[in-house]
């Protein structure tokens, strides 16, 4: 099963996805579960963000978790979505540079999300 997922991942994806570009603004997915929008509501524009390759993730093959420093712990607020998640991906595989920054928060709880930028 894992497998066909794979092979129907890299399928989808590399015919969809972006070029590889040098630096791309992009809006998180998977904001609106559990308790992010709570951690949301509590970040600031100089919140610190990390990126965090999930590989065993059942959904995406290229899964890219996004995680912000908030009330002084790292927790999961969204995910890196498709199609810009797959060059980041395999970079982040292959240990080439790639580094994310918080760039706007937006809405307001509990409609609020992030848009990051990402540099590679």
Request: glycine share 4%.
């Amino acid at each position: 099963m894992l497998d066909k997922l794979r092979k129907y991942a890299s399928d989808v994806r590399d015919k969809d996805a972006p070029e590889k570009p040098g630096t791309f603004l992009v809006n998180l997915s998977g904001v609106s579960f559990d308790l992010r929008p709570l951690l949301i509501k509590n970040m600031t524009n100089d919140t610190l963000v990390r990126m965090a390759r999930e590989r065993t993730n059942e959904y995406d093959f290229y899964a890219v978790a996004v995680e912000a420093q908030v009330l002084g712990t790292w927790a999961k607020i969204g995910y890196l979505p498709t199609p810009f998640n797959v060059h980041v991906a395999r970079d982040l595989d292959n240990d080439l540079p790639v580094s994310i920054s918080l760039h706007q928060l937006v809405g307001e709880y509990p409609a609020c999300g992030v848009r990051v930028r990402i540099d590679k």
